[in-house]
């Protein structure tokens, strides 16, 4: 079993930025893929990004290309997700996820473990 625990959400003004984290503990091999969704109310969970653990080949979504990044330290079995220029369509709740698939993957349902999801409300 593995367990995912983010942190960092908030609120912050539009324009401004926020980092979360998301920290795997347990039985962590093999998910290979850590990905960021997020769900706004009254919205279908929507992928962000996410990062192969081995190689760190990344992949974004074209509503946060250019103004978010995903980051890994495989020594504290931890990403990132660095964002700016945020908006106020990027309110959401944002969750951590991990697959066991090889290659990344955008679909939820090819995400096995969960975090609990961590506010972020941007302010106009």
């Known amino acids: 079993q593995v367990q995912l625990v983010e942190s960092g959400g908030g609120l912050v003004q539009a324009g401004g930025s926020l980092s979360l984290s998301c920290t795997a503990s347990?039985?962590?091999?093999?998910?290979?893929?850590m990905g960021w969704f997020r769900q706004a109310p009254g919205k279908e969970r929507e992928f962000v990004t996410a990062?192969?653990?081995?190689?760190?080949?990344?992949v974004y979504a074209n509503s946060v290309k250019g103004r978010f990044t995903i980051s890994k330290d495989t020594t504290k079995n931890t990403v990132y997700l660095r964002m700016n220029s945020l908006k106020p369509e990027d309110t959401a709740v944002y969750y951590c996820?991990?697959?066991?698939?090889?290659?990344?993957?955008?679909?939820?349902?090819?995400?096995?473990?969960w975090g609990q999801g961590t506010q972020v409300t941007v302010s106009s």
């Open positions: 996820a991990a697959s066991r698939r090889v290659q990344i993957t955008t679909t939820p349902p090819e995400y096995t473990y």
């Open positions: 347990g039985r962590t091999f093999p998910t290979n893929i």
């Open positions: 990062i192969a653990w081995s190689g760190g080949a990344t």
